[in-house]
Structures are given as structure tokens and as C-alpha cells.
């Protein structure tokens, strides 16, 4: 009989978890540099870049992947396991990942603490409340959407002179349809894709009809707010109040923005997120020290974990692993035009993650759907499919070396892997332009099985950085729109819808066009269409809409058909979820 293998839950419940205090030790932190959540995680102060701004910055490694299966290829777990792996080599490595969004970790993918033998802990507190950052911003978010609406209302069933008398100095004057503040929840709720508001509300006490009409919005998941972008890319709390305050949520009639400044509540706003803006400290299962902060969506927001973690990151640690989401097209390509501008860091290596399961699905492979069996077609040795699928590894490759970083290939291996085949993607990828390309067996083994990838960044990150970005931002927002989908997903050209030019002459006008750009698309091609697999040529990009998130600093055009509130699947991950009789966590993964 085969030995049962323990789940990610078991393996992260049965770790010895350090006081967070010893795990701050080891990067020179002190108490009075932490707020405590307990004895296994903390927050740590923006005072720490002061104090340790003398130190020289550590080595700056993203890790991408591939276009993905709907399963995901591992990213996060193989980040921990090269930190783990890096500290194996006696190096002082620290970790900077995404907090997870509960609709996830409740839906289909569960938690995002990683797996097997590489992951952050406690995995509990990870996947669940950790200190409370989303709820801090869902809160601000939602007050932003009743200040809306509020000041809408008043507005209606009052004059200049009486609003002025309670303190309102200007009309606003919004105009309802041009609204994009929707609410936020951070679960993933179908039902509320589309609603209708002030339902409740038809008369006044008089019985007089309300001047205020029901209005068609919607909810997004939490962690789809601009507020969490911001959070992501704010440098302090100074640039978090400016930010807040240049947030757009509307226009007026006259065809002029409405800000959160103008509504009166950018610094209400600022004192709900004040806290949140401080890095979640926690520990991997080997002891390194795991920054955990803000977690912005790949697809429709820019996908990478905040710049503040980074940032003091960096000055505490020789090696700084963080992760970018989905696949290099996405994440990382936000990672360097959008996250590396505002924050003035320079990466040393890219580690680009595959699987043969993916390169073989790439390869015209039988659908990979979440809770159904895998095809006998990716657990059997099949090198034609996947020298036909590698290049999909290849094109990668192409991306992050048009950017001038080295890049190392980590295949992330799964037990029914074959010699032969981790073989055949090696060579294919260090003939792509790998620096290298090495099998890693962190999930089994943790730090000890990323050992030879950890050899290898450290050997990459030697050699001198020629990173420079794919655009320029004083480049008109077409262009730049242009420049991603053909030099990143290899298209042809894009095409723009009516709205679309419209709403990039109106941004333009307003002074908006020197925003970076962030695209809004699938994850499960290098395309826009999803069913599009491999290295999918001859096609167009279609941007149908195209908006601005002023605050977090970018303009993200929607190619396709994009949603901001995930639905929940036929068995969710959370009927698993229950509590035992001595109160631990059962059914988490």
C-alpha cells in the first residue's frame, strides 16, 4: 500500500512555528519596530527604511511562469522554496508575496500559502483574516460608494444656499451614468454582477416622490478595488493620502472628473487604511522571514505584492524572492512597466516556472479542468507533445529578455514527471536564452529540493542588469496599448472599439496619458481568448472598454470580456472547511 502523502494543511500544522520576535531578530529588527497580532505575526513600520537606509540593497528575483493551467503552476510555492533554498546556501533570503483574497481561498483555488513542504505559516492565519488589510479596504471602499451616493441625494433635495449652510461649499453635480465605484465584497458572489440600488427609497416623508432614482451598479471582489492597487504601490502614507485623494469615481455633467478629494472623503479613506499600509510579517516552514502585503488581482489589476515590502525588504535581506501573478505576459510584465516605476527597484533575475503539464496542454493536450482526473495524456511520458508545447516556455523566455533581466528556468516537478522529459525542457529552454534550467522538488522537499535553482540565481544575479522598460510614458496611450499586445503577446495589431476611442481621447484630454498602462486580460493565453493555447499567431487584439485608476497610478484597457466578481463552482473549497473538537482548522488547502 502506498504511503498516504499529508495534506498542506497537516505539513504546515505539524511545522514548529517561531516566535515572530526571533524571526524579526534575524533581519535586525526589534520589538519596537513591530505592532505584535499575536506570536506568529506582526507589522512592521515604514520606520525601518530609515533606519536601515545605510544597508546596501539585496538581490531582486521575480518569479513568473508560464500561461498556466486553470490548476496554476506552482509560482508561490516554488518563491518559498528558493527563499528556503537560498537560506539552505547559508544566505540571509527573504520572501515578498501577495496576501490571498478569500473569495479564492473559499472558491476554486483554495489558499495561496503554497504547498507541500514550501509554504508560509501559520497557513491558517495566512488564508484567512491575517491582520485585517482587506477588511481595512473594503471598509474605506464601500464608505467611498455611500459618500457617492449620499452626496447624489443631497444634492437633489437641496439648493446651493442649503447645502452651503451645512458645509457643502460646491455642487458636484454627478452624473449617475458615469459612475465606476462599484462595492466590494471579498467572496466570490455571482448574484452580485449586477444590481439594482435605491429600490427602497421612492418617496420622501411628505409622500412626495424622491428626486433620487434606483440605479443599475454592481459589486466586485475586494481585492478588484483601486484602493488595493494603491495600497500595492504607495511608497508611504504621505504618497497613500495623495493617491486617495486624485481616485476618480465619476464624472460630472460638465464632463469633469470627481475625485475622492472632492467628495470630502479621501482623508477618511487615508485613517481606515493608515495601518494597512504597514508589511505583514510572517515565517516560511524553514524559518525565513515572508513579508505578506496587499494583493491586487494579475488579470485586472497589476498582480504583484506591495512596493513597501519590497523596499524594506531589500535593505534587511541579501536575496528578496517575490512573485508575480499568472504568467510572464501579465505579472510580470506589469511587475517591470508598472511596479518598477514607481518604486525606482531594479530586478537581477527572472525565474520562469513550468510545468510539464502545462507545456503538454500547450502542446494541443486534452482540457485540464479544476476536480476532474488528469488525463493519462500528462501522467505518461509524451516528448512530441511537449517539444510541441515548450514553445510556449520559449516565447517566456522572449518576453522577460526584452527586458534585459537573465532568466532562469525552474520546472516544477510533479511525481509522474520523466527523466526524459525534464531533460528535453531544459535543453529547449537554455537554447531559448535561459541562463538555466533546472528541475526543482521543493514541493516534496522543501528548501532541499531548490537547491541547485537557488545555485543558479545566485550565479544569474552575478551577471550585470540591462533592465529597461518596453515604453516610454510620454508615448500617446494607443501606442502603448500597441507596443504590449505585439511585442508581449505577439499580436498583430489591436483593434479599438468606439467607446474605447472615446474614453482614450477624454483621458488624454484630462492629462491622463502619461499613466502606465495596465491590460486587462485572461491568464490562460498569450491571447485574449482563452481557447487560444501554444503560441497563438495571426490575431488581433479587441480592447472594448479602457479606464483609469488615477490613484493607483495607471490606465487599464479590457480586452475581452473580463470579470471583477468571480462566481463559485458547482463543490466550492469551503465545503470542506470545519473546525474539530479541539478548535484547529480541518479541510483548509
Same mark, same amino acid.
Given at each position: ?51 536601515? @537606509? ?33 537560506? @539552505? ?24 500559502? !503554497? ?16 491582520? !485585517? ?73 411628505? !409622500? ?324 487560444? @493555447? ?56
Amino acid at each position: 500500500m502506498s504511503k498516504r502523502v499529508p495534506s498542506d494543511l497537516e505539513i504546515a500544522q505539524a511545522a514548529e512555528v517561531r516566535p515572530i520576535l526571533e524571526i524579526a531578530a534575524k533581519l535586525g529588527l526589534s520589538e519596537d519596530d513591530l505592532d505584535l497580532y499575536g506570536k506568529y505575526k506582526a507589522k512592521v513600520h515604514l520606520s525601518v527604511l530609515e533606519k536601515f @537606509k545605510d544597508r546596501p540593497q539585496g538581490k531582486y528575483i521575480d518569479v513568473t511562469a508560464i500561461t498556466p493551467t486553470p490548476l496554476g503552476e506552482g509560482k508561490t510555492t516554488t518563491s518559498v522554496g528558493l527563499t528556503q533554498a537560498l537560506g @539552505k546556501l547559508g544566505l540571509n533570503s527573504v520572501l515578498c508575496i501577495r496576501q490571498p483574497s478569500m473569495g479564492p481561498t473559499f472558491g476554486i483555488k483554495g489558499g495561496a500559502a !503554497g504547498g507541500g513542504y514550501s509554504q508560509v505559516i501559520p497557513m491558517e492565519d495566512f488564508n484567512l483574516h491575517l491582520t !485585517g488589510d482587506i477588511h481595512a479596504i473594503g471598509v474605506a471602499h464601500n464608505l467611498v460608494a455611500a459618500a457617492l451616493d449620499t452626496r447624489m441625494y443631497h444634492e437633489s433635495r437641496q439648493s446651493d444656499e442649503a447645502l452651503a449652510r451645512r458645509g457643502i461649499k460646491r455642487r458636484l453635480d454627478i452624473d449617475p451614468d458615469t459612475i465606476t465605484w462599484n462595492r466590494v465584497v471579498d467572496v466570490c458572489d455571482r448574484s452580485l454582477r449586477s444590481i439594482m440600488i435605491g429600490l427602497n427609497d421612492d418617496k420622501l416623508r411628505d !409622500g412626495s416622490p424622491s428626486p433620487v432614482f434606483p440605479r443599475h451598479t454592481a459589486y466586485d471582489i475586494t481585492v478588484a478595488s483601486e484602493l488595493m492597487a494603491i495600497l500595492a504601490l504607495t511608497t508611504g502614507l504621505k504618497d497613500l493620502r495623495e493617491r486617495v485623494g486624485r481616485v476618480v469615481v465619476a464624472l460630472n455633467k460638465q464632463g469633469d472628473p470627481v475625485t475622492l478629494e472632492d467628495l470630502g472623503v479621501a482623508g477618511a479613506v487615508t485613517v481606515l487604511m493608515k495601518d494597512t499600509i504597514m508589511p505583514n510579517l510572517l515565517q516560511t516552514l524553514e524559518g525565513q522571514p515572508a513579508f505578506v502585503h496587499a494583493g491586487p488581482f494579475a488579470n485586472i489589476a497589476h498582480g504583484n505584492s506591495s512596493i513597501l515590502a519590497d523596499q524594506i525588504a531589500l535593505r534587511l535581506g541579501e536575496y528578496v524572492v517575490t512573485e508575480s501573478g499568472f504568467g510572464a505576459d501579465i505579472g510580470m510584465e506589469k511587475f517591470f512597466n508598472i511596479k518598477c516605476r514607481y518604486s525606482g527597484l531594479v530586478p537581477n533575475v527572472v525565474v520562469l516556472v513550468a510545468t510539464i503539464r502545462a507545456l503538454k496542454m500547450h502542446g494541443g493536450g486534452p482540457k485540464v479542468s479544476p476536480g476532474a482526473p488528469l488525463d493519462e495524456a500528462y501522467t505518461t511520458e509524451n516528448l512530441e507533445l511537449l517539444e510541441k508545447g515548450s514553445a510556449n516556455m520559449v516565447h517566456h523566455i522572449q518576453i522577460a529578455r526584452k527586458f534585459g533581466v537573465p532568466v532562469v528556468v525552474a520546472v516544477n516537478r510533479f511525481w509522474h514527471d520523466t527523466e526524459a522529459e525534464i531533460a528535453l525542457v531544459k535543453r529547449i529552454a537554455e537554447e531559448a536564452g535561459a541562463e538555466a534550467a533546472v528541475m526543482s522538488n521543493h514541493w516534496a522537499e522543501g528548501g532541499a529540493g531548490a537547491v541547485e535553482l537557488a545555485e543558479a540565481v545566485v550565479a544569474a544575479a552575478e551577471k550585470p542588469s540591462e533592465f529597461r522598460f518596453l515604453y516610454d510614458l510620454d508615448q500617446p496611450i494607443k501606442n502603448k496599448i500597441e507596443i504590449i499586445a505585439k511585442e508581449v503577446y505577439g499580436a498583430d495589431g489591436v483593434e479599438f472599439s468606439e467607446l474605447a476611442e472615446q474614453q482614450i481621447a477624454r483621458y488624454e484630454a484630462a492629462g491622463f496619458g502619461d499613466l502606465p498602462i495596465c491590460m486587462a486580460k485572461t491568464h490562460l493565453s498569450l491571447s485574449h481568448d482563452p481557447s487560444l @493555447k501554444g503560441v497563438p499567431k495571426g490575431f488581433t487584439v479587441p480592447v472594448r472598454e479602457v479606464r483609469a485608476s488615477v490613484g493607483a497610478g495607471f490606465v487599464y484597457p479590457l480586452l475581452g470580456t473580463m470579470s471583477t466578481m468571480p462566481g463559485l463552482p458547482t463543490y466550492p473549497a469551503f465545503m470542506n472547511i470545519d473546525i474539530d473538537e479541539d478548535g484547529k482548522v480541518v479541510g483548509l488547502f
